[in-house]
């Protein structure tokens, strides 16, 4: 019986039994849907990653002089431990590097800390409170929406202004205007000068809960010891100038600190790179686990399409002597067995890459996950589905084919 | 009178060319949980092209076994099985496959019609593991149930169809591959008096077509319509008589 001939005997049967061959299916079916959306989670998160989302926390071209990295996966005891030990960057280390950097770059400074905000009885928690320079704004992208960002004068002097996150601004003042209001943070007033545009979400993170205050604020007590900076923003205009930034930026703080020739850096020149590095850290694990998921979901599926079928082949064992006594040799009625476990796993295979895609325009939809389908998941579940199929199809078919046609026609 | 044999037949002859089926001193065991039965304890039988041949006999007789062995279901423990010139009776699996695909149409008791199939489906069944092409396998199924009166049938199902019309398309399906024989077990054995003679009919008219037909049956009045009678007791051939038609 030719392959094709199967195949359409196969799909009949299937369509003959639509309840049986629905429950058998529905493994093989969860096991592609769930590889396919989770693997579309990756592949959205992992694009994400790399287009959006470090650039919006680090911008393009710019690197953070920090004492140890922003994000890191994975980091043994001891690295954490030898990172607090390192000495902090001070005020002084961010002037002489920026003093050092002869390209035209915009430098900021920034620390920052989570604390509250206070507007009359108002208390906005749990908010990002930042003390930088004055191009903060700038090298952070950050529009400002009313308002004005506060001038170099006044960062230097110190002077108690504020510029407040959109989610800041709506928590305490609701509808009415911020600007000239004085919220309190760490006791405090502060003057409003500005509100940032909203700048929604990432992964679900909100990067709206803010509040900027000049470096030389006194909310710098707040968040850093006297002197001390968490990180020195520098943006060149090109990768190759911030890589050239990057080394004389190395140069100056390893001979301040007094590093012989072969010790480690004990600051970082953390960029976007960093933050990649983190997830690829996370898209590992998934990566290892994913596929656990999957595997076993088609496990399960293949069983059950096996089970299914060697209740088929018993039920059928008239048909199959019938068939024998016709003509058919043992490769066509193992072939027509393992066309139809093959033809089950290939529709579950197929309602699973369905169901997969609408489950990641789903997430994509209500869920900050930026889920996009990859067409190798695609191809991927395709190929596993009907392979299940086949493996699963195996015993049961070499059972059918094996039958004695005397026995198998005198069976009621 | 018992039919005497139509070739004196020694091992390592060949049959004559119109002898269809030929088994010499053919033996079947069977190991039943350590004690061996002898349902077929030397049959030796001829039968020429066109003949009508009922074998009957009392259950245990073995007239199962030889049919089994005739239809190529089975192989002998012993003795020889020549099928239309050819010996089968040390073919392997596929081969005797091949041969109930080519040379054998069985009609069964009960009917054996694959339920959700149409009657053309059904009859296409043989064509299909002859590995004809799709317009040929219509083409043969259709002139076959047109032979079996069934033209106005063919897109029936099993369940639309009477036992007789049943029946018919089996028969059909036996027929369509054109077979040396026409292997029949208990055709009628599931059909009532009227239903039964017009099978016979249909066997009648085969006959004369110049089909070669060996109907296992354990009533009188059906082997009544074959020309020839063989009666199996105790695993052989008791009487093999001629009757007149």
């Excluded at chain 1, 001070?90 to 770059?105: G, I």
């Excluded at chain 2, 009392?58 to 010139?85: F, Q, R, V």
């Excluded at chain 2, 069964?108 to 299909?128: D, G, K, Y």
Aim: aromatic letters at 6%; hydrophobic letters at 45%; proline letters at 5%.
């Amino acid at each position: 019986m030719p392959v094709f001939e199967a195949f359409r005997l196969a799909l009949q049967t299937i369509r003959a039994q639509k309840l049986k061959s629905g429950f058998s299916l529905l493994g093989v079916f969860i096991g592609v849907a769930s590889l396919i959306a989770a693997w579309s989670i990756v592949n959205g998160v992992n694009r994400y990653m790399t287009e959006k989302f470090a650039q919006t926390l680090y911008g393009v071209n710019t690197f953070q002089l920090r004492r140890r990295p922003m994000f890191a996966a994975n980091v043994p005891d001891s690295v954490w431990r030898a990172w607090r030990r390192r000495p902090r960057i001070k005020f002084s280390d961010a002037e002489a590097v920026t003093a050092a950097l002869t390209m035209p770059v915009v430098t900021a400074w920034q620390s920052d800390d989570n604390g509250s905000v206070f507007y009359g009885g108002k208390e906005a928690r749990d908010i990002q409170l930042v003390a930088a320079s004055e191009r903060y704004f700038e090298i952070k992208n950050l529009r400002i929406a009313i308002g004005r960002p506060f001038t170099a004068q006044e960062n230097r002097s110190g002077v108690p202004v504020a510029v407040l996150g959109d989610a800041v601004a709506k928590r305490l003042f609701v509808d009415r205007t911020p600007l000239e209001r004085s919220v309190r943070i760490g006791g405090i007033g502060y003057r409003v000068i500005g509100v940032v545009e909203k700048q929604g979400s990432v992964l679900g993170f909100p990067l709206d809960r803010f509040v900027v205050v000049p470096a030389f604020a006194p909310a710098q007590s707040l968040v850093n010891p006297p002197g001390v900076v968490d990180a020195l923003l520098v943006k060149a205009r090109s990768e190759v100038e911030m890589r050239e930034a990057m080394e004389v930026a190395e140069g100056v703080m390893r001979s301040r600190r007094h590093l012989r020739p072969n010790q480690d850096n004990n600051f970082v020149l953390d960029t976007s790179e960093g933050v990649q590095r983190f997830w690829a850290g996370i898209s590992q694990i998934l990566v290892v686990v994913l596929p656990g998921v999957v595997i076993v979901s088609l496990v399960i599926g293949g069983i059950v399409i096996m089970n299914i079928m060697l209740m088929s082949v018993a039920e059928r064992t008239r048909e199959i002597g019938l068939r024998k006594s016709l003509g058919a040799r043992r490769r066509d009625v193992l072939r027509q067995f393992l066309a139809e476990s093959a033809a089950i796993a290939t529709v579950g295979a197929t309602f699973g890459i369905v169901a997969g895609i609408g489950l990641t325009l789903l997430i994509n939809a209500v869920s900050p996950l930026p889920a996009s389908v990859s067409p190798m998941s695609v191809a991927l579940g395709v190929i596993m589905g009907a392979g299940v199929g086949v493996i699963a199809g195996v015993y049961p078919a070499s059972r059918a084919a094996r039958l004695d046609p005397i026995a198998a026609l005198r069976q009621e | 009178m018992t039919a005497t044999p139509l070739q004196a037949f020694r091992t390592g002859d060949t049959p004559l060319p119109d002898i269809v089926i030929l088994t010499h001193k053919l033996t079947r065991e069977y190991d039943m949980g350590g004690e061996v039965v002898r349902a077929l304890q030397g049959v030796s039988l001829q039968i020429r092209k066109n003949e009508y041949v009922a074998v009957m006999g009392p259950s245990g007789s073995g007239k199962s076994t030889l049919m089994n062995l005739i239809g190529c279901l089975d192989t002998p423990t012993t003795g020889e099985y020549w099928l239309n010139a050819q010996k089968v009776s040390d073919l392997d699996d596929d081969a005797l496959a091949r041969i109930r695909n080519k040379e054998i149409g069985f009609v069964f008791q009960t009917f054996n019609l694959l339920p959700r199939a149409t009657a053309l489906h059904n009859v296409e069944l043989p064509l299909i593991y002859a590995g004809l092409g799709a317009r040929e396998r219509r083409a043969q199924a259709v002139h076959a149930l047109e032979r079996v009166g069934l033209a106005d049938r063919m897109t029936h199902r099993p369940n639309e169809l009477s036992g007789g019309q049943r029946q018919r398309v089996a028969i059909a399906r036996a027929l369509v591959n054109e077979p040396s024989i026409l292997l029949a077990d208990e055709p009628t054995g599931n059909l009532d008096s009227t239903t039964s003679a017009e099978i016979m009919n249909v066997f009648a008219d085969l006959h004369r077509q110049g089909q070669t037909i060996v109907m296992v049956t354990h009533e009188h009045d059906i082997a009544a319509h074959a020309a020839r009678v063989v009666t199996l007791r105790d695993g052989v051939i008791a009487t093999d008589q001629r009757q007149a038609a």
